[in-house]
């Protein structure tokens, strides 16, 4: 390793004959290294800043190579008189901070005058060197701002220090505790160059200035990147206006709405790596629904690939939020609005929200939406609250009170009607298709009739002339079908396939047949016989009923063109960017409520793809009888944005009053009041009822609180502006911590405690009934027949389990034979041992086909459940962390928890944690000989592509991408973990 020499450090060894020679030579050159030194000093804390942000340890094994070789080359001839100089593929694939060296001994062997190596350095790196000169890695704020005066002792004493020698033994020495991973050294001169790009954005950023560097203070990779993988050239007018805003450039809170389709999303991108990049600062994207927080993970991920070390962090797919810390040390957090809160408590509470630098908030409008509006409402106005530096960006389709939220978010405010593509709306009224027009008195004028011959039969099956809407377009061109219920969309399916032609068959044949295989193969063998019947039209339906699997199926073979046509429900329109040349909105309904202005805008800004059509159409079926409120519809401004937190009064104000507390963000009356009169409802408040002031409505909840045994303190009737103090009790403290809904809190406490009494552990039967959550029993109907059954197939002990949640085996046998019950049961006790089964079932056979099938389910509901009870298993988990008497169920559930998160065999579940891996492509993996995660992480795309069937190139990249950052997440925790444990304590007894 060390040439012909015992080791790096010692008498006879390397670095004593590289200290010999260094000594003679700064005898001869004294007088020059004396007028260099004020070079070395302003450069050699950026070259050995130890442990560099934007180099990971492998580096100090390139930088060691490098210094090793090339010492040699300068110590073996002549420095002064040698005419053999460092070849051009040495000095190639020197690292950065190698040739920043020799540009410095460069310096010393001639004063001004520029060296051989230097020129030839300079014809190697041409401009890179020249953007490096400076320190090649952004400082730290307190580096940047140390003083840099020094005397001229001083400065000897650290040219000293910095000698050749001691280089060598930093870089050794680092080397030998560094992880040994392979990495280009041509790479790393590459990072070094950007690392340099992005320190100039950030000082370019952190100014005045105007001119914002090369990409909107961002480093030119990354606008290559986006010409690479999203075909972006230029950027709309809009954004470039956007993105030059004063209030952007000065950090201030913004909101910007436009119509869908806009472009949105890569102004929001754009800010987000400014934040990660030039300021430093972690970043949190939060979604209203896990479709969109998937779909953004996949796309980014796969950008990420290309982004390196620029990018860290894409939780939400797997529900996983620790950051992932590689070089840049700074995490982007894309959550749904439920995991975003939490996130946002965890940083409260342990006084990291400052580390949170941006916050960027998709559909903004939502805030007007039940739950999850006063949830995100309740998660802005924390962070308001507590953190000065946050900056918050919502982004929003058009809104209409947009001044409260203005007032809310402390926001300026921009707007623009761009579409790339123009959308043209209409309207059909039994053959005749209206252009909407808003200047007529009716807001409809006549365009045309339909030109479809149909017979009569043809009209008994379609009388809504479906079939003559979708040829007009299909199969050259795509279209979307909104339909009000979930057997609306498969059957508007079913009846287009059996009347198209049979040549519709031909377009992508061989595509097809591959996505019934995929399909087949994601149900073990199963497919829907519908999509299984429609498929090759280039046909398929798309709700709630699929799992998670066959809509992400479904969805890339229309983004791809394979499928022409998609039958879906509403919430397609706000899930899942699926852009159409024609969307057909099959009536003006939701279930069975009349469309709303925003969600019809939703439906039909899907209709115009960017840079594939020239315009979008959108066309409303209309029934005589709807016709009068559809003209109002199309007319009538979008609705106000209102506070949900009064509407959600146990989801919303009261837990909202439970955290503040809990958080200790306020602590007394006077303090909730402060806090309360700066959320959106406290904007608001002009608007409640008169009945009760927004001050007595808080009052109400806090002694709510106490009164369930919440909070602890005391209301003063008299005096508002008390000092009172309230506390939260340690079932308080459980509940927030576990975001337990407050109208179930209290219940699952007896239940847990009921359970210490006697809890049965002979199968996981009576944990799981724990574990299902109870905002589902109510939209369940058990079928008694199928429940009888399944009580039958339990053992005595797993029976008894019944008997003690309080379902007796005569209630079951009694409904399952239709006689009369007198004994009163609880509903929703039966109900949810009933969902505990369908759980209990899934665990057993990992299957979500067969137990659909056994329960008379949809998948998508067994999914939907499985989901739902992962999530509240790790809620119960955290409730019982913070009570002391529930420890024993710590462990259970913990691993209860993962077993419902993955619901796969054991064996599978360390291939699951990788993005982009669900159960059907695990189980190909493994098959395959992949079992491992390192097999994962040091697999070979292109070998992927080969041995794992329907696996694309972009998918294999990802795949082992991901891999290898959850590795190197691993490894990094047991690293901290290790240097935690040898840290040395600063209280030592006895020690100074």
Same mark, same amino acid.
């Given at each position: ?59 100090? $094994? ?42 410095? $001994? ?13 020129? #030839? ?66 790479? !790393? ?409 925003? !969600? ?8 115009? #793809? ?103 303190? #005391? ?60 905002? $589902? ?44 019950? +007198? ?129 694309? +190139? ?10 290898? $950052? ?27």
């Amino acid at each position: 390793m060390f040439g012909d020499h015992d080791s790096f450090y010692g008498n006879d060894s390397l670095l004593a004959e590289v200290d010999d020679i260094e000594k003679k030579y700064l005898q001869d050159k004294n007088t020059d290294i004396k007028v260099a030194g004020e070079i070395i000093i302003g450069n050699q804390s950026g070259i050995h800043q130890k442990k560099q942000d934007n180099f990971s340890n492998s580096e100090n $094994m390139v930088v060691l190579k490098a210094d090793k070789e090339d010492a040699f080359q300068m110590n073996e001839n002549d420095p002064v008189d040698s005419s053999q100089e460092l070849t051009e593929s040495t000095l190639d694939d020197l690292p950065s901070s190698q040739l920043l060296y020799f540009e410095k $001994m460069g310096e010393l062997s001639s004063g001004s005058r520029m060296s051989p190596v230097s020129e #030839r350095r300079n014809k190697c790196v041409n401009f890179s060197l020249h953007k490096i000169r400076s320190p090649s890695f952004c400082p730290d704020t307190e580096h940047r701002n140390r003083p840099t005066d020094f005397s001229s002792e001083s400065k000897c004493d650290l040219f000293k220090t910095e000698s050749l020698k001691d280089h060598l033994k930093s870089a050794m020495t680092g080397n030998a505790k560094a992880q040994t991973l392979q990495v280009s050294k041509t790479k !790393q001169l590459k990072e070094a160059v950007l690392s340099e790009e992005i320190c100039v954005a950030r000082k370019t950023i952190e100014s005045s200035s105007v001119d914002i560097g090369p990409f909107y203070g961002l480093p030119s990779k990354v606008k290559d990147l986006f010409r690479q993988f999203r075909g972006i050239e230029t950027l709309y007018e809009w954004q470039h206006d956007c993105l030059m805003l004063e209030s952007l450039q000065q950090r201030k809170n913004l909101i910007y709405s436009l119509p869908t389709s806009g472009g949105k999303t890569l102004v929001a991108e754009i800010i987000i790596l400014q934040e990660l990049l030039c300021r430093q600062k972690d970043v949190l994207m939060i979604l209203p629904y896990v479709a969109i927080v998937q779909e953004k993970v996949r796309g980014l991920s796969s950008f990420g690939i290309e982004l390196d070390f620029l990018v860290e962090e894409y939780a939400g797919s797997k529900g996983r939020f620790p950051p992932i810390k590689r070089r840049i040390k700074k995490s982007l957090y894309i959550a749904t609005i439920e995991k975003g809160h939490a996130l946002v408590n965890s940083l409260i509470e342990t006084e990291r929200i400052d580390d949170l630098g941006l916050v960027v908030v998709d559909e903004l409008h939502m805030l007007g939406e039940g739950s999850r509006g006063a949830t995100l409402e309740i998660t802005l106005a924390k962070i308001l609250y507590t953190s000065k530096n946050t900056q918050i960006i919502g982004m929003s389709a058009t809104l209409n009170n947009v001044g409260d939220l203005q007032k809310f978010l402390q926001a300026e405010y921009y707007t623009n009607n761009f579409r790339p593509v123009e959308l043209k709306e209409y309207v059909k009224i039994r053959d005749s298709i209206y252009a909407v027009d808003n200047k007529t008195e009716n807001g409809f004028t006549f365009s045309r009739l339909l030109n479809f011959k149909y017979s009569s039969n043809l009209e008994k099956a379609d009388p809504d002339h479906i079939i003559a809407l979708v040829t007009e377009v299909i199969p050259k061109y795509s279209c979307l079908i909104f339909c009000p219920t979930k057997k609306n969309c498969e059957n508007v399916a079913s009846m287009l396939c059996k009347y198209l032609k049979k040549e519709f068959r031909a377009h992508r044949e061989k595509e097809k047949q591959d996505l019934i295989k995929n399909l087949e193969n994601i149900g073990n063998g199963s497919v829907c016989p519908i999509l299984k019947q429609t498929i090759p039209f280039g046909i398929a339906y798309h709700h709630s009923g699929l799992t998670n699997d066959e809509r992400k199926s479904i969805e890339e073979a229309y983004s791809t063109g394979v499928l022409c046509l998609v039958a879906c429900t509403a919430t397609l329109a706000a899930g899942v960017n699926l852009p159409a040349r024609r969307v057909i909105l099959r009536a003006p309904y939701v279930a069975n409520d009349f469309l709303k202005k925003n !969600q019809y805008k939703q439906m039909i800004g899907r209709a115009g #793809r960017a840079g594939i059509d020239s315009a979008g159409e959108s066309i409303l079926i209309v029934q005589e009888k709807d016709k009068h409120l559809v003209q109002d519809l199309v007319n009538s401004p979008l609705e106000n944005c209102y506070s949900s937190l009064l509407l959600e009064l146990t989801k919303g104000m009261q837990s909202l009053l439970l955290s503040l507390v809990g958080l200790k963000i306020a602590v007394t009356h006077e303090e909730v009041n402060n806090f309360m009169c700066s959320t959106l409802l406290g904007i608001q408040q002009h608007l409640l009822s008169k009945e009760k002031s927004l001050t007595e409505i808080i009052k109400d909840g806090l002694e709510n609180l106490i009164e369930k045994g919440l909070l602890k303190g #005391r209301i003063c009737e008299k005096d508002h502006n008390s000092k009172c103090t309230l506390t939260i009790t340690p079932l308080g403290k459980a509940t927030y911590k576990g975001s337990i809904d407050l109208a179930y809190c209290n219940l699952l406490y007896r239940e847990l405690k009921k359970g210490l009494e006697g809890l049965i552990l002979e199968s996981n039967l009576h944990l799981l009934y724990l574990a299902t959550p109870y905002d $589902m029993t109510s939209n369940c109907s058990p079928d008694w027949m199928i429940y009888l059954k399944q009580f039958n197939q339990l053992s005595a002990a797993e029976q008894k389990v019944v008997d003690i949640v309080g379902v007796p085996e005569s209630f079951i046998t009694k409904k399952a034979s239709g006689q009369a019950i +007198r004994k009163n049961v609880d509903s929703a006790v039966v109900n949810r041992l009933y969902l505990t089964f369908v759980l209990y079932t899934l665990l057993k056979e990992t299957n979500i086909w067969s137990v659909s099938e056994k329960f008379n389910m949809s998948r998508g509901y067994v999914q939907n459940l499985l989901n739902s009870a992962a999530s509240f298993a790790s809620c119960v988990l955290h409730f019982s962390e913070e009570l002391e008497e529930f420890w024993v169920y710590k462990a259970l559930l913990t691993e209860l928890t993962k077993k419902l998160t993955y619901c796969v065999k054991t064996e599978l579940i360390p291939l699951m944690e990788v993005a982009g891996v669900l159960e059907a492509r695990a189980k190909q993996l493994y098959n395959a000989g992949y079992k491992t995660l390192a097999h994962l992480a040091n697999a070979n795309p292109e070998t992927l592509v080969k041995m794992i069937e329907h696996l694309s +190139r972009r998918q294999a990249k990802q795949i082992v991408s991901s891999a290898k $950052m959850l590795l190197s997440e691993k490894a990094e925790a047991l690293q901290e973990e290790v240097e935690e444990l040898l840290k040395v304590p600063t209280d030592i007894p006895g020690t100074c």
